[in-house]
């Protein structure tokens, strides 16, 4: 390990504290995007029932992935303490980024001693990506993340890194029987939590094994662990684990965007590819290079076959060149060699800083920040705890797909279909017709009412001037939208 310089160290962990204080905030705000709902309604679901919570969306009693033992853990905080499922989700952030960054720091002391390294993989990690925006649940740049970081899939990221650096230890130390056991087990929990992220998790995992080329102990007591992994996923009660191998016809279409602009969100990631280089060249069993090569091709043979949910793979080509890149400045032979490598990886940082920037107004109202910096912001949503007055939980809400299907169930409501693909939900497509039917312009309103009978709709949230007999306003909220109660 070569002798870190004070200041360069000091400056590194400081723009990682000052970026770690930034989501801190964030938790404190919990913008609205995306999954919110998803994650807010699951837990209102197992606060009222822990054994049977059924599917999160619709009243229906269906089983549903997102019950994770992540989920459930949060969920017995909810029950317990009787706060709010957002206080909730607040908490599960803390631990998610608290999980991720200690993650990060063991993983990354694996690689290299050098004192500066875990500051600057943390760094690469949230900022190292491109100069065009992206954000997805389990993709971890800084904008994204500042939008996911109560999602189970950053806790499940934060469990991938202590689960490669603690498969390292193992394989180099020769670890016992219950090591490895523990290892599979946790293996199981990662895929449980986010399955995605599992598969990422899976892919470092065989890298990290094939990197060490252990001997046959070492194979065996890893058969050992996967079967206790396996048990563990054939035994998780509240869904089918191994269903979810045919769910992948329904996931194409919505992850088709994973594959678009690929060099304008990640070409500042290129930096880490010939990082990647530099390893391979010096060992090519290098467990960075060989997590790479892992990703990209399982991205790219999703791309090829038309299996676009294979995208979210992405991150395992994405993790080992972002860290290759941070890594490199440490280790990179001489000292002119490190310099020049630091003052390239410092100017792609601020590249993507600035890129990322308007995570900023997430904590600070956009007009008390620079014009410049106020025009990367995207208002996050708007909540609907205007309805909250009237809507009890259990209704059922009839509202159109989109946005208000991913958020009304996250107050304890149903609506009639659900807001995101749900492949355990067996009439999906034939609620989905129904939501349509009912505010398709030429629909009568006998048919109306019949559907709202079937559904057992209590209320429907709709555009001002929702005309029908049986619907009486109630409330309007923001965006022109209004609650009307369902008249028997």
Not at 27 to 48: E, K, N, S, Y
Not at 174 to 191: D, I, Q, R, S
Not at 337 to 353: E, K, N, P, Q
Request: proline share 5%.
């Amino acid at each position: 390990m070569r002798a870190a310089p004070r200041p360069a160290v000091a400056a590194a962990q400081a723009a990682a504290a000052v970026v770690l204080l930034l989501l801190l905030l964030v938790i404190v705000r919990l913008p609205w995007a995306g999954d919110l709902g998803m994650h807010a309604a699951t837990l209102q679901r197992l606060r009222h029932d822990l054994v049977d919570p059924g599917d999160p969306l619709v009243d229906a009693d269906t089983p549903s992935p997102y019950y994770s033992p992540w989920m459930l853990v949060l969920g017995c905080v909810a029950r317990v303490s009787g706060l709010s499922v957002f206080v909730v989700l607040r908490l599960g952030a803390l631990a998610g980024l608290a999980l991720l960054v200690t993650g990060v720091w063991r993983y990354v002391r694996t690689l290299t001693g050098h004192r500066a390294a875990p500051a600057l993989a943390l760094l690469s990690l949230l900022l190292l990506w491109g100069t065009a925006v992206f954000k997805w649940s389990g993709f971890y740049g800084l904008d994204s993340l500042a939008l996911t970081v109560s999602y189970p899939s950053l806790f499940a990221l934060g469990l991938a890194f202590h689960l490669w650096a603690w498969l390292g230890q193992a394989v180099r130390s020769g670890a016992g029987w219950g090591g490895w056991l523990g290892l599979g087990a946790l293996w199981a929990v990662v895929l449980l939590c986010h399955q995605f992220s599992g598969v990422v998790a899976s892919l470092g995992a065989a890298a990290t094994v094939v990197a060490a080329r252990p001997d046959r102990r070492v194979w065996l007591r890893l058969g050992g662990g996967l079967v206790v992994g396996f048990g563990v996923l054939a035994l998780w009660p509240y869904y089918d684990f191994f269903a979810l191998f045919g769910a992948g016809d329904g996931l194409e279409a919505v992850h088709r965007p994973l594959y678009e602009d690929l060099l304008g969100r990640y070409w500042l990631v290129l930096l880490g590819v010939v990082a990647l280089g530099a390893r391979a060249w010096r060992d090519r069993w290098d467990p960075l290079v060989l997590f790479f090569v892992l990703g990209v091709a399982v991205v790219a043979a999703g791309g090829v076959c038309g299996h676009y949910s294979w995208g979210r793979a992405l991150p395992a080509a994405l993790i080992p060149a972002q860290l290759a890149a941070a890594v490199e400045v440490c280790e990179a032979g001489r000292r002119a060699v490190r310099v020049g490598w630091a003052c390239v990886l410092g100017a792609a940082l601020a590249v993507g800083a600035w890129t990322q920037a308007g995570a900023v107004a997430y904590v600070v109202k956009p007009r008390e920040l620079p014009a410049a910096v106020a025009e990367k912001y995207r208002r996050p949503w708007a909540g609907y705890h205007w309805m909250t007055r009237w809507v009890r939980y259990g209704d059922v809400v009839m509202a159109r797909e989109g946005r208000p299907a991913r958020q009304i169930p996250a107050y304890g409501a149903y609506t009639v279909a659900p807001g995101y693909p749900d492949f355990f939900l067996p009439d999906e497509e034939r609620r989905e017709g129904a939501v349509r039917r009912y505010f398709a312009g030429g629909t009568s309103g006998e048919e109306r009412r019949e559907i709202l009978r079937e559904y057992g709709v209590r209320w429907v949230v709709a555009g001002v001037g929702m005309r029908g007999a049986g619907l009486r306003e109630v409330a309007r909220g923001p965006e022109g939208q209004v609650l009307y109660e369902v008249v028997r």
